[in-house]
């Protein structure tokens, strides 16, 4: 029989954060490294977890409007190169595709897709009653990382969905890319449990050929911010680039306003990295599969009763996707063990005491709570717990945002907070020069500067000229 300390985790979360995430992350069977370099492989308990931000993410947009296509994962050369800035940015990353016949057109592993989107909504959009088109892609991209790779976090290959939108009217695609900001905001408050920042990046984070860029910023138990989305104003930068043309209700050609949005399997790795704990995995009940498992707690004379009862108590649970354990090879403890790693929200233990008086005890995974409950009551309650669960891991998560962020007056208030772990407002003047300094002295990004701030008269925080704005720091993943 397998004992604990063969599967368990053998790092304090506290103490060695990257190591305890590495051990959760292939001890659960969320992942693991594949046989090429910077490559990953999702197991069943971490597409589990894929799928359902897919349902819930997927719901949302096809109740805007927005429709599913899949578009090739190759990109030739000259799509490439045609929005310079956006070609300019993603170059370092692309992987190029090596073959025989050196005459034929140089073809990407797509690092992004608008190059071959936006050729192709060039021939679909001829008139204004073609817009809007509201088009989303799940799929996988290729982006040649030479930082170190950490499952779901940096890897070279990662699945996300890419919505790409084109618009009659710049206010249109601006309302769109707010209202994705949004809804990404609400997939991680509402679904993962992870409050985050919303803000705009700054000139220097903007993605590669957009306008403006929003994004959302979470931050991890080691102070470092995690970007969990990005909603892009493009303008008309791509559609002059790729000549998507429409003619307008005053019969002239008008070129398109642009859209597009992305989130990628990162949201997983900052799940496990914000609510796990010692035990493993904690996972908010709403993107738990298996919301709860049931264990028997067996001695030899009452072992037909107490397994009858797992399995009608396993009935009665089936709306939470309930499975009861019952092999024989693994004692109970085991049992336990390997549930909390794998971060099953609730455990119900039946034994000859629960069977004789109707009862069971309820376990929850995050605070190790344990209940006596009625049998008759148990649907409800596990229901009330797991909503008491999703909502506790947001609110903790919250405090720790809330207590983690701190406005810096001067640079030497800046350096220290950020040295303290902590995420850092501070007035900014929003240039590159700026920017590259801040990063070079203190390892700390710019994350973004918080939406709906009033512009104020401050001087940057490094190099005291005058600034606008206030933006957030931390240093990233
Ligand atoms: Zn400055």
Sequence with gaps: MAKKDEKGITVAKEKNLIEWYNQVVTKAELADFAPIHG?????????????????YFDNRIKKLGVR????????????????????EGFE???AWLERQNKKEEKLAIRPTSETIIYDIYSKWIRSWRDLPLLINQWCNVVRWEIKQTRLFLRTREFLWQEGHCAFATAEEAKENVL????????????????PVIKGKKSEFERFAGAVE?????????????????TSHFLGQNF???????????????HYVWQSCWGATTRLIGAVILVHGDNKGLVLPPKIAERKAV???IIFEKDKEKVIEKCKEIEKKLKRFNAFADLREEYTAGWKFNEWELKGIPIRVEIGPKEVKEKTAVVVIRDTNEKKTVKEKDIVRIVEEELNKMQKRLFEKAKKFLEENVVEAKSWAEFKKAIKE???VLAPFCNTEQCEEKIQEETKATSRCIPLNQKEGKYKCIKCGREARIKAYFARGY
Excluded at 41 to 50: F, S, T
Excluded at 68 to 87: D, Q, S, W
Excluded at 179 to 194: D, N, Q, S, V
Aim: proline fraction near 6%.
């Design 39 to 55: 490559f990953m492989v999702i197991r069943p308990n971490g597409y589990a977890i894929w799928e359902k931000i897919q349902q």
């Design 68 to 87: 599913n296509a899949y578009f090739p994962l190759l990109i030739p050369e000259r799509f490439f190169v045609k929005e310079a800035e956006h070609a």
């Design 92 to 94: 370092p990353e692309v």
């Design 179 to 194: 209202k994705m900001l949004e809804e990404y905001a609400k997939l991680c408050e509402e679904l993962l449990a992870i």
């Design 213 to 229: 860029t929003y994004t959302i910023e979470a931050l991890m138990p080691d102070g470092k911010a995690l970007q969990m989305g």
């Design 239 to 253: 559609s002059k680039a790729f000549e998507i043309k429409f003619v307008g209700k005053d019969e002239k050609e």
């Design 294 to 296: 049931i264990v028997p």
């Design 421 to 423: 772990r902590k995420m």
